[in-house]
């Protein structure tokens, strides 16, 4: 399976990182790759507990990831951080998946 996650650097350094498809999901690191490998931990557990609740992952949509994009930049702009994010593509192994 295939997640968009957004990745806003930190002030003090660092990234941190939102899957919007998974509500609740998301993580940090204090590099790029660290960041990466860390929502990809956190998705993978997310869709575990998901499976054992039977809750059913809401579609990824473009809507979806443009509302968290928005979301993430208006909050940037309040806290006077740079406008900057970036959006990825990470895949997780799909058996895992509900």
């Known amino acids: 399976m295939k997640f968009t996650v957004i990745l806003e650097p930190e002030a003090d350094g660092g990234y941190s990182v939102?899957?919007?498809?998974?509500?609740?999901?998301v993580s940090q690191g204090d590099s790029l790759d660290e960041a990466l490998a860390n929502i990809r931990e956190a998705i993978l557990g997310c869709l575990h507990v998901g499976k054992e609740e039977a809750i059913p992952l809401p579609e990824e949509?473009?809507?979806?990831?443009?509302?968290?994009?928005?979301?993430?930049?208006?909050?940037?702009?309040?806290?006077?951080?740079?406008l900057t994010i970036e959006t990825r593509?990470?895949?997780v192994e799909a058996e895992v998946a509900v």
């Open 61 to 82: 949509t473009p809507e979806l990831i443009a509302e968290e994009v928005r979301a993430c930049l208006q909050d940037r702009a309040e806290e006077g951080l740079p």
């Open 18 to 25: 939102v899957c919007p498809a998974i509500p609740g999901c």
């Open 89 to 91: 593509e990470v895949e």
